[in-house]
């Protein structure tokens, strides 16, 4: 991405998590130029008849910032604009970082092409007789472009052992749809004889959406699945300790627990099943820990083969670079050599609760869906105006396979509330918010940048 | 500046109106961070006794937007926040910039150790009781650092005749304080001669902030101030045409008028003393139009000799490229050899109104200045808290030599009104401003970016 | 009520819609002062630990103001208080209109003591920790007692026959428990054989609250339920026509139509129904206008018999004065006289879902209760706190037996969604709102009061 | 006023400070409904085209309440309305309160017709193209005429003595224009040969008001100015002690102090010379205490008399009722019979700064007046509409003659800010703010209310 454009680079780690090559903050201003433009039109006259109480728009900042997610803006008189309730979202769950991930093309001019065409198809709200209105509407679709024309070329890193790796596009995978951009992976079939692709989180999140949305509109077709798991998180899906982000891992964890761990492996057999549906052969990379015991791992092996993975196998690259992990890479290239038999879990033309309910109840095995008020009301809009035919990204909480965090292993009997529905329309999808899940974070009382700093030999400290 | 830190590279010009090397968005980020930390604080307990209504620290972003001068934020319920107004300016008014280019030291260690001083300092509100409370209290100045740390290596450029050129940190002279970094020049000064470095707008705004407060921290000493004019800016001083951006220029401002060049040239007059107060030569460099006639430039060297300028000499780069300025580089080079006596306008121990006056009085040319209510509570607090003993940065039009646009040439008899002042207590100043300035601004009817696009081969269009 | 006390006295009619003696003024200024009372003690260091987000005590105007149904108030600095979230509610929704109505006493000292004791108990929120904060704690009971000392006095008026009647109180049937005072009923029985007291349209709301909340309160207990009705409402619910406030009726409403009749009649069925549910006998009153036919006389008649009702009998009071209603008169007093089995629908310590649920089920004739989120949060507050031992004040459209004014007749199989409950402590019951139900109404596009005015000779005009 | 209409009644003086017959809530409720008219104008498609923005009409409630000064109203989406930034004053301040004080006519239907005529000229705020929007414009002021006809109707009292007085209308002298109504006064004239009206506080505020507003309307020419003060607070106003509301007196104040009395008697000689100024005679009354000594009894009747007045005259009606007051009712009407020559401080046609700096300069004794931005724009936009002929009824602290009231005695030299205009057309004039006057009130820490209750005989407590 961004300025520079793309080129192999080694960064140390933490400038990852900092600006890198700037994508990111080009998602923000692309987005927030277009917010402006929203109220300016608002305020010179309105000539679109933009209906303010229709506007769906928000602002984003890469920053936790909770204070933001509803404000009033225009305020302090005539010359601040129209006076309007929005708020913020994190740089993350950004249509326009969507759009950025999902810009197809097969050189740069037809992927700038598409990503032009895409940000002019984004809808920020309707007039006031229902009538769609875009960022092309608004004549800023062009400047977003400008403002992203760097930032579609992937970035291309390499691992410590030299081997290419690229890094491009930020959506969350609970907040967004969680995987890195479609012409990464084009470049990079192109590179190379075989792609690893990230999917964030579970296959109730990142997979489910890299089948239904990434796939659907790269028209890649994917030879296996790689389910990443450890004993450790397995065991506590079987009811023992807990984890904390900040804090060290509980005793009990570290202890041999075969109970434990047969019963929170119904998780990981739930994914499984998962990938599964679409017709994937599955390998199960268990990242490798020296807690974990040899019957432990023989356990995790034999339940990942009756749920029918191709194997788990054991992941050791913290510890040994590649070398760690050269029977897994045979086990993916072996499942990768076999008949692809890919589907995705719906089509196009199914209804927007339909659609939501196949997912609900076949990935993440819920019994079925409730809709409050805001949800019912779109629907019937979005139906009207078409958006119908539009993929599903669920925004939903990583920590479960069911929208409540709290309910841990393979949850049944459950039902999945839905909050409000947005539409992405430029990227591409709907965007139920199953229960509470918000899209801009907040920050903890002591917050994770509060303990970090540069030494007097101007080194950060504090990142980890 | 920014992730890949800085190195000399050929970029197209637009390019620098759009991320360049990131360092607006570092700035931004960090800025933003610290605002949520504010926010964070008053959401959990609110620990350090922060009064909300005392809080001064707003939220930047980087585009023009009207709506968020002035918003009110965690509205929506308890998990949003404390409901408080406050708004965002836009990212060249941030304290963080000014900071960016005023951060001083002999080298990458010191200078990064300086900055983090100076993002310590900053001052977001106060307690209850009236104690300032500051990013360092907030213990979120180390992770503004990290943020920041490679924003402060100055971006080297070539020009089209390879020659090298600085690009660093973006304060405008009317909002802020209008001067590139400290630690590009003293990079420059390293590696060459002559270093001409830029102070924004005339010699009421970037100039006189160059000298009262660039040049009182760097402690570098300017050998010879270059005042630019145009012949036309001069006659539209004169009260002949009107420059109106984004519009061809009127034709009367084409043709020959002496009268009104003579007459506007009072303008340029005042520019030169001021220059000459601060004991440095000046030379003045009058970009050539081929609608200037040789006895407008005639005239026009005639005024700037009789005003105490060493010389008025034509530039013709745009047309010729460095050639066309050889006799202006000797003239400058010649100037340059003289014996400095330069010095400051006010001393640190002037109390804040006497700086402010002697500034209006004495640059702008006007009889005295007025406060509102807002700033003389602000005055009052800031003496007793000893930010008295900080330089002033004026927030002015530079459309005029007062704070009023419509005053052209050289104005007199007026009084200057002060609004508010705010202290930028980390880069190291006090913050007036004059009449309606502000630190936000707004799109126009029909914004610049409407016109921008990328045409069929993927090239930009629309940016100039 | 109010300043003058209780005195007959001929008005004419419209001043009852006016101000009359000044209750609803009363109640307006004492529920708004504690109102005040909430935002000083925040403003003044906060000194009860209330939680602001906790605060459910609003506003009340006497006016239709759908813009104050959502504010923030506090703004515009230090001195103006803490920003908040809040709104208005109509006067008629006011918990302080609810205790005027609900205080009870068996003289003047002794009412005054009640009333003196329910407003202290109001609940305005919470401390931090949870614990309810009253108007006691804000020590603001006394000084609403002394605003609303006169109020509380039943104000007594004649009919055009000279016969007394009191008019005292006016909590809307569907926002609010809908019924005169008691103290009004109380000196009534002390003057007269009879009391006719009414309750706010039909059995599923003033009759029910009648029951269940006066009647638990009051101790008194009704000998018998007049249920009023008019032929052309009934044909409405059949199906025929609609009735549209400020429009001339139908003209198939004025047109015999006994299938109509027939079919809508099952609506009046349902609701002598739940009187008898109460135990207690029903007579139906029907309004009778001149386009009634004595087939559509007769067939109502049949119908109300049928159900279990004593009679149906015409009231033509309109246009005969006393004289048009002897027959319901006597079968009225002959109802009272038989003996009474008066029950309430449910006991005190039924939970909360299950009182909500049977009155859903048993009056409406519905099927459940969905809670959305909101409500589920309340329920389980309200038990903790002990308030689960109120009776429920439902606040329902009053244009359905449902809780959507769309389903005519006797609507079956609907379920109703709880939005939010709030809690009249002071008043004594829980306050659950129904679907879309607003505590605040707004106006139309031609509001009422645009048809109003006095003409040359000081007349009010425009009124009906 | 209200419901009850005109009749003579004794009731308890508490009664006085509550609801008395309910003008006040009238005015109340019918200020508010226009405020609602004003805001439901903008929800139905703003077909009147009013501006936002240009809404200087707010809403009323007569309850201390900080918090409403400043608010947004029209949140929470559609339903509720657009938007908007707006605020409460007290109902003493209120436009419509003034109008009901200033109405005029020889009867009920003349004085109908002008409160009709006047409510209909209220202006609210002006079209997008600066046209005025008046109440009759928005088709209200019919309606509020409608609750405000009764309201008009004087309302009469008797003294403990049985002396009529009338009590009618209640707009404060500091934030209003303080005095009763002209209607009153009137009625009066027609039944008794001298009548004695109350003007607010002092020569500054009420009695300025009475002679440059009340006179102007009511075309009524007052033969005498009875002037009230005390030993004490003159002594407070040289210097001694500090009045503190809620506090009992300081010693200092009820011991003898001759040249105290004499320094803080320049305040009684400036609104001497004030009332003189008009041409009227004027009669001191002091009001007695207990502490006062004969010296300063005499003192004050010399230093009455050098300035000008027809003597100073003790007044001890608090302990001998009207005989404590024969001497000093004697006086009045010898000074009532004397010529008059009354005239106004200022001609209609004078500017509006011209008509504010002879108040300033002519009654407070200031050297001139300062304008605040929002103060130059409302005056320039005024006297374009012609509101330039209406004269000037200033909002002022009564606690000094200047507009700080830390200024005691008579103060010299100081200059007033006028920090905005208001404009009251229907009353009929403009409203300007000196300083920080407010018109809303807070409550204290410990609010007045807080001590009133009811004790067990059902006696109000705590109301003094």
Redesign the interface.
Known sequence: G???GGYA?V?PF??IN?????DG??V??AH??L???V??TL???NPLDL?P?SITWT?V?????????????????????????T?FDITAASEVMAILALVNGDD??SA??DL?AKLGRIVVGTTRSGKPVTADDL?????M???M??AIKPNLLQTLENTPAFIHAGPFGNIAHGNNSILEDKVALKLNDYVITEAGFGSDLGMEKFFDIKCRYSGLVPNAAVMVTTIRALKMHGGVGKIVAGKPLPDELLRENLPALEKGAANLVKHIENAKLYGVPVVVAVNHFPSDTDREVALIEQIARDAGAEGAYLSDVFAKGGAGAISLAEAVAHACNQPSKFKFLYQDDLPIKEKIERIVRQIYGGEGVDY??AAEQKIKAYTERGYDKLPICMAKTHLSLSHDEKLKGRPRGFRV?IRDIRASVGAGFLYPLCGEMRTMP????V?A??????D???N?V??F
């Open positions: 961004a300025a520079g680079q960064v933490e400038d900092l600006h890198l090559t700037g903050h080009a923000s201003i927030d130029l917010s402006a433009f109220d300016n305020y010179h006259g209906d109480f602002r900042v890469d920053v936790n910032d909770r204070a933001l997610r509803k404000i009033t803006v225009g305020l302090g008189g005539k010359e601040n604009g129209v006076p309007r309730e708020g740069e001019r700038l092409k032009r004549k800023c679709a062009g400047a472009t400008v403002l024309k760097d409050l008020p509330p907040g920050l903890g009382s917050p940048g509060a303990k970090m700093d540069i007097s030999e101007g950060i504090g990142l």
